[in-house]
Every structure is written in C-alpha cells, then in structure tokens.
C-alpha cells in the first residue's frame, strides 16, 4: 500500500527558517511530478512548489525567492526549504504525488505555524 509521509512542520518565528520532508513508501510507480501544496481552513488548497520529473521546478508567487524545492523524483523524495517565513504561510502543508493517468497521492498533512 502506497504512503505518503511528510515531516517537518511546527512553530516559528517571523522571519524564521522551517524544512519540510516528504517521501513514500510502497509501489508508487512512474511520476510526473512531487509537489507541495497548503490549505487554510476555509479556503481552497494552493499549489506552493514542485518538481517534476524533468528536473524542472515550480514556485507559486507568493514564495518565489523564499521557499525551494527539490528532491529526487526517481527516489520518490522531496524537500521543501522555506525561509524568512510569514504569518501568511500558516497553513497544512500537504505533499502530494502525481502520476500520469491515474489519481494523485497526498499524505496526511504537517502543520505550519507562524506566529510571534
């Protein structure tokens, strides 16, 4: 049975630093791309970052210079560096797992927490 395990979250300061983790466990099979996306309650989940197969990556505007990701497709692992977080990155970051043709994988969620 394929899992998806995210590690990392907690609390921070303002302008803090936070690395997250993501792999899985099982036959995944082949991917397209491994990506972090965070929801606050309320409101639709946002695509934050992610690496596709190619090596390419992708960064949603409101982190673009503050968060990287990177990883290693083929070992199906990703991590996502985030830097001089803000109160607006509070959310449940979930790394998610995108096959061609079939439906994607998303882990259980970690917490981020930006507060004073």
């Known amino acids: 049975q394929v899992q998806v395990l995210e590690s990392g979250g907690g609390s921070v300061q303002p302008g803090g630093s936070l690395r997250l983790s993501c792999t899985t466990t099982g036959d995944v099979g082949v991917v397209s791309f491994m990506g972090w996306y965070r929801q606050i309650p309320g409101k639709e989940r946002e695509l934050v970052a992610r690496l596709r197969n190619t090596g390419v990556t992708e960064h949603g505007d409101s982190v673009k210079g503050r968060f990287i990701i990177s990883g290693d497709i083929a070992k199906k692992t990703i991590t996502l560096q985030m830097s001089d977080l803000k109160f607006e990155d509070t959310a449940v970051y979930y790394c998610?797992?995108?096959?061609?043709?079939?439906?994607?994988?998303w882990g259980q969620g970690t917490q981020v927490t930006v507060s004073p």
């Open positions: 998610s797992v995108v096959r061609p043709f079939e439906p994607r994988y």
